[in-house]
């Protein structure tokens, strides 16, 4: 029965596969289509695989968003130069050692 599934779903399923639980998380994309219209689960599909997340979670809002009339894209955001970050974060986990006492007791190992 899989051969003959439409190609957006034998896509999904081929990205879906290489996760773990996601021969369960196909099935119950598949038995969407027991509650809702084939074309719209197959529209979240591709909306799905268009934008790069192939989840169920994903499929379920977009399918849910489809049926309820929402838009489906969100528009890019462009913040203001005022959230802009004057200074970028410096990953330094040596600045750890600066907190801990000399010849202090360790609380955690």
């Known amino acids: 029965p899989f051969v003959e599934m439409p190609e957006p779903f034998r896509m999904l399923q081929a990205k ?10 196909m ?7 027991l509650h809702h219209d084939e074309q719209a689960v197959l529209c979240a ?16 809002n977009l399918l849910h ?3 309820d ?19 970028e974060p410096e990953a330094n986990v040596a600045r750890y050692d600066g907190l801990r006492t000399p010849g202090g007791t360790r609380h955690a190992s």
């Open 16 to 25: 879906i596969l290489r996760q773990p639980g996601g021969d369960r998380e």
């Open 27 to 33: 099935v119950d994309i598949l038995s969407l289509v």
């Open 45 to 60: 599909v591709e909306l799905a695989l268009e934008a790069g997340v192939p989840t169920k979670t994903h499929v379920l």
């Open 65 to 67: 968003r489809l049926l």
């Open 69 to 87: 009339g929402k838009p489906t894209d969100q528009p890019d955001v462009n913040p203001p130069a005022a959230l802009t970050l004057s200074k």
